[in-house]
């Protein structure tokens, strides 16, 4: 199962909108409801934001949302706040107990 | 409160054992799939595999295969990532993380491990 591809790095200003790519195929991202976003801070651990493509855990502020056509899926920053320059990762379930991950985004807040 | 708390960090040889631990905390162990993820320095997560406590039931990234050995005890609700001949390219920060329906909504701190000679 190869990573799933993402951007290396992606930025917006502070209070704007940044969007980051998640790109599958049809055997995984294609084929499953059940695309899920992460939010890593250097030397923590990583976060769930996003789950089930759009569906956000409780606690996870509604700028984060998430979306997903054909074989990518894409996470939305909106409001962009200092805190939210991190490395995000997608991932998505393939079936039969078989996840990927994505490449990884670092994003910058400007 | 759900809590997953990892053993410390470790520096081995090329060629040693090691076995690190994950101790869930504040739900069902037994009934929660729990995971293991490889973040070599630098990289991106890389999904190892996972094991059903209550039944010891396991299933390997491919990639994985063969490389390390997922298990679990579900009486001291603790899972273990374990390997028998580490190589430099063992080294990494291992994740173990709660699995809930298809996502992992809870992580521990992580393990550095460290394999040089």
């Known amino acids: 199962q190869s990573a799933l591809t993402q951007p290396p790095s992606a930025s917006g200003s502070l209070g704007h909108s940044v969007t980051i790519s998640c790109t599958g195929t049809s055997s995984d991202i294609g084929g499953s409801h059940y695309v899920s976003w992460y939010q890593q801070h250097p030397g923590k651990a990583p976060k769930l934001m996003i789950f089930?493509?759009?569906k956000r855990p409780s606690g996870v502020p509604d700028r984060f949302s998430g979306s997903k056509s054909g074989n990518t899926a894409s996470l939305t920053v909106s409001g962009l706040q200092a805190d939210d320059e991190a490395d995000y990762f997608c991932s998505s379930y393939v079936a039969r107990n078989n996840f990927v991950f994505g490449t990884g985004t670092k994003v910058t807040v400007l | 409160e759900v809590q997953l708390v990892q053993s410390g960090a470790e520096v081995k040889k090329p060629g040693e054992s090691l076995k690190i631990s994950c101790k869930g905390s504040g739900y069902s162990f037994s009934t929660h799939w729990i995971g293991w993820v490889r973040q070599m320095p630098g990289k991106g997560l890389e999904w190892m595999g996972i094991i059903y406590p209550d039944d010891s039931e396991t299933k390997y990234n491919t990639s994985f295969q063969g490389q390390a050995t997922i298990s679990a005890d579900k009486s001291t609700t603790t899972a273990y990532l374990q390997w028998n001949n580490l190589k430099a390219s063992d080294t990494a920060t291992y994740y173990c993380a709660r699995r809930r329906d298809h996502n992992f909504d809870y992580w521990g701190q992580g393990t550095l491990v460290t394999v040089s000679s």
């Open positions: 089930e493509v759009s």
